[in-house]
């Protein structure tokens, strides 16, 4: 779905996915390519992309460039489907009338503490590589629901769409105003102007006023993709002690919660 649509043709997924395919699902049958989409610090947050897309570069274009960064463009996280026990009960509820596709369309707002934190730390990211950039998207997608998040490392504004269906209800056919959408965010580079006046005069996020200056730097300055072994340790932060976990891709955080009720019962 993402890359017909991408001026970028480079692309990766993440190869610590229990999901792994050899070949695209769809008529084109292209090989499908997996590596490291890890991203973060130590000392601020750790974790890992399920889509990325951009250029990644060999060995040798790393030592020619001044700072050898990997070239990505846009980022998404794929968002699991809700466990069956669960969904059967949201289901049954005929008082609430949900439909499938309604209980699908809540989950991505569940998530959204994660895809926040990647959203912030991959602006920082996108920033350091390139100063020229503003205001950074990322991507939440499930099976029927994308959404688009946005963040300005540099003025702290972050902004997200509506959860946006994939699919219209009456033919199943890709919607055209989530195409475009989704069209105009993966080539963002060559669309985006930046906030305009009335943005950056609005309310700011709160992300700057929340963490120490020395982690805030690290954040401008230390964030590298690209990280496949890696310690967390604990910060301060202005409001006290803050505890910094990895943090997986959803599809694991599931399995870990399913685990822990296993247990509990």
Same mark, same amino acid.
């Given at each position: 779905?993402?890359?017909?649509?991408?001026?970028?043709?480079?692309? /990766?997924?993440?190869?610590?996915?229990?999901?792994?395919?050899?070949?695209?699902?769809?008529?084109?049958?292209?090989? /499908?390519?997996?590596?490291?989409?890890? /991203?973060?610090?130590?000392?601020? %947050?750790?974790?890992?992309?399920?889509?990325?897309?951009?250029?990644?570069?060999?060995?040798?274009?790393?030592?020619?460039?001044?700072?050898?960064?990997?070239?990505?463009?846009? *980022? *998404?996280?794929?968002?699991? +489907?809700?466990?069956?026990?669960?969904?059967?009960?949201?289901?049954?509820?005929?008082?609430?009338?949900?439909?499938? !596709?309604?209980?699908?369309?809540?989950?991505?707002?569940?998530?959204?503490?994660q895809i926040a934190s990647q959203s912030i730390v991959f602006s920082f990211y996108q920033k350091k590589c390139n100063s020229a950039v503003s205001i950074v998207p990322s991507i939440a997608v499930s099976k029927t629901h994308v959404q688009f998040h946005f963040?300005?490392?540099?003025?702290?504004?972050?902004?997200?769409?509506?959860?946006?269906?994939?699919?219209?209800?009456?033919?199943?056919?890709? &919607?055209?105003?989530?195409?475009? *959408?989704? %069209?105009?965010?993966?080539?963002?580079?060559? &669309?985006?102007?930046?906030?305009?006046?009335?943005?950056?005069?609005?309310?700011?996020?709160?992300?700057?006023?929340?963490?120490?200056?020395?982690?805030?730097?690290?954040?401008?300055?230390?964030?590298?993709?690209?990280?496949?072994? !890696?310690?967390? +340790?604990?910060?301060?932060?202005?409001?006290g002690l803050y505890y910094q976990g990895v943090i997986v891709d959803a599809s694991d955080t599931l399995k870990r919660k399913k685990n822990m009720k296993k247990q509990q019962s």
């Open positions: 779905f993402f890359l017909p649509l991408s001026l970028v043709q480079d692309y /990766i997924l993440d190869s610590c996915s229990s999901h792994k395919v050899l070949e695209c699902p769809c008529s084109c049958k292209s090989r /499908i390519n997996y590596g490291d989409t890890s /991203i973060g610090h130590p000392k601020t %947050w750790f974790g890992l992309f399920d889509i990325v897309i951009g250029k990644t570069l060999s060995p040798q274009e790393r030592n020619k460039r001044r700072k050898p960064e990997t070239e990505v463009h846009i *980022a *998404a996280t794929v968002i699991p +489907e809700e466990p069956d026990e669960e969904s059967e009960t949201l289901l049954e509820s005929s008082e609430d009338n949900l439909s499938q !596709i309604e209980v699908k369309f809540e989950s991505l707002h569940k998530f959204f503490s963040y300005d490392c540099e003025k702290d504004l972050y902004f997200l769409s509506r959860e946006m269906p994939l699919f219209s209800e009456d033919d199943n056919e890709l &919607l055209l105003e989530t195409v475009i *959408a989704t %069209w105009l965010v993966l080539n963002y580079r060559h &669309l985006l102007s930046g906030p305009t006046e009335g943005m950056v005069k609005g309310e700011k996020f709160g992300f700057h006023s929340n963490v120490s200056d020395e982690v805030l730097n690290l954040y401008r300055n230390e964030i590298k993709m690209g990280i496949t072994k !890696i310690k967390t +340790e604990h910060l301060d932060l202005k409001s």
